[in-house]
Nanobody, 117 residues
Framework: QVQLVESGGGLVQAGGSLRLSCAAS????????TGWFRQAPGKGRERVAH???????YYADFVKGRFGISRDNAKNTVYLQMNSLQPEDTAIYSC???????????WGQGTQVTVSS
């Protein structure tokens, strides 16, 4: 099955940008729906965005207009472009893949995003 590795997290000031990468190996990522999730300290995990096999995209309301999800089939990678970051965006961000957006069961290890005020 596919394996996922996230990268691109780090420390950024409020208003800044980061681009997270979810690199897939073992299988072609375009054959999967892929989503980005985040979990802040003391909070539950929440879905940030996902892209289906056919390219349909969903965003959570709290990131609409600020974040963008995309897929590069040649690089077998899904990206999450995050702009206008705020301290409340601080969390561990993880990508997950599966046969459809409701069954994202294959997870990467996560990457920390910290936004300072």
């Amino acid at each position: 099955q596919v394996q996922l590795v996230e990268s691109g997290g780090g420390l950024v000031q409020a208003g800044g940008s980061l681009r997270l990468s979810c690199a897939a190996s073992g299988r072609t990522i375009s054959n999967y729906a892929t989503g980005w999730f985040r979990q802040a300290p003391g909070k539950g995990r929440e879905r940030v965005a996902h892209i289906t096999r056919t390219g349909s995209i969903y965003y959570a309301d709290f990131v609409k207009g600020r974040f963008g999800i995309s897929r590069d089939n040649a690089k077998n990678t899904v990206y999450l472009q995050m702009n206008s970051l705020q301290p409340e965006d601080t969390a561990i961000y993880s990508c997950a893949a599966g046969p459809n957006y409701a069954s994202l069961t294959i997870w990467g290890q996560g990457t920390q995003v910290t936004v300072s005020s």
